[in-house]
T-cell receptor
Framework: GQQLNQSPQSMFIQEGEDVSMNCTSS?????WLWYKQDPGEGPVLLIA?????ELTSNGRLTAQFGITRKDSFLNISASIPSDVGIYFC???????????FGKGTKLSVIP | GAVVSQHPSRVICKSGTSVKIECRSL??????MFWYRQFPKQSLMLMAT?????????EQGVEKDKFLINHASLTLSTLTVTSAHPEDSSFYIC???????????????FGSGTRLTVV
């Protein structure tokens, strides 16, 4: 089946720093989604990408759909304490409505 | 925006009893709903996909007789954990896919999850 490699697994950064995380897939995806999950809550959609090469921003967040359709990255600029949480990438392949999730990136922001 | 309501948020039950978790799409019709299980510090694991009016499709290794899924309407899907045991304790999350009518924009909205503890 499809596999997603998400890295890094965890990050400790100083408040104000920029953050970058990425996901790579063993197969082509038609959709890439980035979610943030707070403890005890469900994932909340941050950015959705639907076309290869697409670059989309949501406030301080920017994500790109890789041109090979096998990777995506998420950048967070000028991190703040409330950015703390677990970030998941998710992809949807052709012919399926199911999402495949990465293992998550745990972000810690040091004030 | 699309909202998915999941409840209960927390439930504690005795071993051997059954627990029902509800997932409702509040402002859209969801032809497809997904049920996930998440262990501590791990990613979401898809358990099953349910389509309104038809039987759910379970992922390999998920016992369909233990995790009963019903998707009787376009806005409601339920997951019943039958004869629960301590190893069923976990965080269960539902997701609803909005049928926007475009293949390029399938919206996925998640519920807030249910923490199940079996004692």
């Amino acid at each position: 089946g499809q596999q997603l490699n998400q890295s890094p697994q965890s990050m400790f950064i100083q408040e104000g720093e920029d953050v970058s995380m990425n996901c790579t897939s063993s197969s082509i995806f038609n959709t890439w989604l980035w979610y943030k999950q707070d403890p005890g809550e469900g994932p909340v959609l941050l950015i959705a990408l639907y076309k290869a090469g697409e670059l989309t921003s949501n406030g301080r967040l920017t994500a790109q759909f890789g041109i090979t359709r096998k990777d995506s990255f998420l950048n967070i600029s000028a991190s703040i304490p409330s950015d703390v949480g677990i970030y998941f990438c998710a992809g949807r392949g052709a012919g399926s409505y199911q999402l495949t999730f990465g293992k998550g990136t745990k972000l810690s922001v040091i004030p | 925006g699309a909202v998915v309501s999941q409840h209960p948020s927390r439930v504690i039950c005795k071993s051997g009893t059954s627990v029902k978790i509800e997932c409702r799409s509040l402002d859209f019709q969801a032809t497809t709903m997904f049920w996930y299980r998440q262990f501590p510090k791990q990613s979401l694991m898809l358990m099953a996909t349910s389509n309104e009016g038809s039987k759910a499709t379970y992922e390999q290794g998920v016992e369909k007789d233990k995790f009963l899924i019903n998707h009787a309407s376009l806005t409601l899907s339920t997951l019943t954990v039958t004869s629960a045991h301590p190893e069923d304790s976990s965080f269960y999350i539902c997701s609803a896919r909005a049928d926007t009518g475009t293949t390029s924009n399938p919206g996925y909205t998640f519920g807030s999850g249910t923490r199940l503890t079996v004692v």
